[in-house]
């Protein structure tokens, strides 16, 4: 399926992009649907790898949404073109955040979960660049806008990230606390981080600093879970954590 999204240009840009996203695959969910999640993938991955992993979690009530990320030149890859939710420049504060990718990509993410019924709870997780994309979408929900300040539309229950890292963190705290509302959805949003402390590709600081700085601007319902000796993949143990916290967080029935 290919999905082209509109993104508000922003700023001095008049060319509006656009971005075609790739295949999505979908998990459908054993047992009772109680939950979907849009799972977002690393970068140069597609959404089929991720799928065939999240169908073998014990997970029956969650049905899985596995999009793929547009191909673009990657900053950090000297340009050379790969699936990426945004162009990754280098990690760090003081590097640009490409606004316009990450509003595009969010709301490909939000028009995912938008149809789906009242009673279903939403969530968004990811690995990698898959975790920045789930958080940055995490703070829009919090700021109830995206970066250009067009509305953002849906309430995700559960934010799971990966080996990953905040995009767009510069003056987030400052946004929340100007806003009652925003302090409120920040403070009740449940956000799972893990992330592995021997990490050659996502540094383990960057996902320290990333918990760190969501805890400072009020993102008060945050666990940051360390795995020890891990780099940057998942493991067993990583995963049975997930379920676990998707399960409580989310009130699953499992098998029962």
Not at 30 to 35: D, R, Y
Not at 65 to 80: E, K
Not at 120 to 143: D, N, P, Q
Not at 168 to 174: A, E, I, T
Request: net charge neutral.
């Amino acid at each position: 399926m290919s999905y082209s999204q509109h993104a508000m240009g922003s700023g001095s840009r008049t060319a509006r992009k656009t971005f075609e996203f790739g295949r999505t695959h979908v998990v459908r969910p054993k047992g009772k649907h109680q939950a979907t999640i849009v799972w977002l993938h690393g970068l140069g991955d597609n959404g089929s790898s991720w799928s065939q992993l999240l169908e073998s979690l014990p997970l029956p009530n969650i049905k899985w949404i596995c999009p793929t990320a547009p191909i673009r030149p990657v900053a950090i890859l000297g340009g050379f073109p790969c699936t990426a939710w945004f162009d990754d420049g280098e990690l760090s504060e003081d590097g640009p955040d490409d606004w316009e990718g990450l509003d595009a990509s969010a709301a490909h993410i939000a028009n995912l979960l938008s149809t789906e019924p009242s009673d279903v709870k939403v969530g968004i997780g990811g690995f990698s660049m898959g975790a920045a994309m789930a958080v940055y979408s995490a703070t829009a929900y919090a700021l109830g806008r995206y970066g250009n300040g067009n509305p953002y539309p849906i309430i995700p229950r559960a934010v799971v990230g990966l080996s990953g890292w905040l995009p767009g963190s510069r003056g987030l705290g400052n946004k929340i606390e100007v806003s009652h509302e925003a302090a409120r959805r920040a403070a009740s949003l449940p956000i799972l981080l893990s992330h592995g402390n021997c990490d050659d590709d996502v540094p383990y600081k960057y996902g320290e600093k990333s918990a760190h700085s969501l805890s400072v601007a009020g993102f008060r319902n945050l666990t940051f879970k360390t795995y020890e000796g891990i780099g940057h993949y998942t493991v067993p143990k990583e995963m049975d954590d997930v379920c676990n916290w998707l399960t409580a967080r989310l009130g699953l029935e499992g098998t029962r």
